[in-house]
C-alpha cells in the first residue's frame, strides 16, 4: 500500500468530499469512479473494492495525522505543553467527524471501522504513556502516578466521550466535556509545579480567545 501515490492520495481526498456530499452507503463504485472522472477499471488499479477504499482512507487519515504531528516542535516542549498541542488537534479532528458517517462506517462496515478504532487506541494509549514518563522526569508530574492505569482511563474517557450515546446533558456541549477531561487529567496527575504551568497557559489561551 503506497499512500505517498499522488494519484492515489488525489482518489482518496475525493472520495472524502463525496463521502461527506452523499454519505457512504449511497455511493457504489461506479458512481464514484463516474465523480472521479475515471473509469471503474482504473480506479480498481488503485483499490480492489469500496471496502479496500475504505480501509486505505483510515490508513491515508492516520498517515496525515502523523504528518500533522510532526510539525509540532516536540523537542521544544514539556509534557503539558504536548498534552495540550495535541489535545487541541484532537479536538479539531473530532469536531469535523460528520456522525451519520460515523453511523454508517459503524453499521456497514464495522470490522475495517473496528480495526481503525483499535489501532487509534493503542496509538494514544502508548503517546499518553510516554506523555506521562516525560513530565514525571520533567518534575511536573507526580511520580507515584500508575501510567497504565491512567493511560488507559484517558483511552477510555476519550472513547466514551466520542460516543454519542454517552451523552448525558443536551445543553452540555462537546468542547465542554473536552475541556473537563484534559483539564481533570492533568490536575490529577501533576505535582505543584505542573498545575502552576498549565494555570499560566489556560489563562494565556484564554486571552488570546477573548481577543480574538
Same mark, same amino acid.
Given at each position: 500500500m503506497n499512500l505517498n501515490d499522488p494519484k492515489l492520495k488525489e482518489i482518496l481526498e475525493k472520495t472524502v468530499e463525496l463521502f461527506y %456530499?452523499?454519505?457512504? @452507503?449511497?455511493? #457504489?463504485?461506479?458512481?464514484? &469512479? @463516474?465523480?472521479?472522472?475515471?473509469?471503474? !477499471?482504473?480506479?480498481? *488499479?488503485? $483499490?480492489?473494492?469500496?471496502?479496500?477504499? =475504505? +480501509?486505505?482512507?483510515?490508513?491515508?487519515?492516520?498517515?496525515?495525522?502523523? &504528518? %500533522?504531528?510532526?510539525?509540532?516542535?516536540?523537542? %521544544?516542549? #514539556?509534557?503539558? +505543553?504536548?498534552?495540550? *498541542? $495535541?489535545?487541541? !488537534? $484532537?479536538?479539531?479532528?473530532? +469536531?469535523?467527524?460528520?456522525?451519520?458517517?460515523?453511523? +454508517?462506517?459503524?453499521?456497514?462496515?464495522?470490522?475495517?471501522? *473496528?480495526?481503525?478504532?483499535? @489501532? !487509534?487506541? #493503542?496509538? =494514544?494509549?502508548? *503517546?499518553? &504513556?510516554?506523555?506521562i514518563e516525560k513530565g514525571i522526569a520533567e518534575g511536573i508530574y507526580r511520580s507515584d502516578v500508575n501510567i497504565e492505569l491512567i493511560s488507559g482511563l484517558y483511552v477510555r474517557n476519550l472513547v466514551m466521550m466520542h460516543n454519542n450515546d454517552s451523552c448525558f446533558a443536551e445543553n452540555i456541549t462537546f468542547e465542554e466535556v473536552f475541556k473537563v477531561l484534559f483539564e481533570s487529567h492533568i490536575r490529577a496527575i501533576s505535582t505543584p509545579k505542573g498545575i502552576a504551568y498549565f494555570e499560566k497557559r489556560k489563562l494565556e489561551i484564554t486571552q488570546t480567545n477573548t481577543n480574538n
Open positions: %456530499e452523499y454519505g457512504i @452507503r449511497n455511493l #457504489n463504485m461506479d458512481d464514484i &469512479s @463516474r465523480s472521479l472522472g475515471m473509469s471503474k !477499471k482504473t480506479l480498481y *488499479q488503485y $483499490v480492489k473494492s469500496k471496502e479496500d477504499l =475504505i +480501509e486505505k482512507l483510515f490508513f491515508y487519515d492516520e498517515m496525515k495525522w502523523d &504528518s %500533522e504531528m510532526a510539525k509540532l516542535k516536540i523537542d %521544544e516542549m #514539556n509534557a503539558i +505543553e504536548i498534552l495540550l *498541542q $495535541v489535545s487541541l !488537534k $484532537v479536538f479539531e479532528e473530532m +469536531e469535523r467527524i460528520n456522525p451519520k458517517l460515523k453511523f +454508517e462506517l459503524k453499521k456497514y462496515y464495522e470490522q475495517t471501522f *473496528q480495526q481503525f478504532m483499535i @489501532r !487509534k487506541q #493503542n496509538h =494514544i494509549f502508548g *503517546q499518553i &504513556s510516554k506523555n
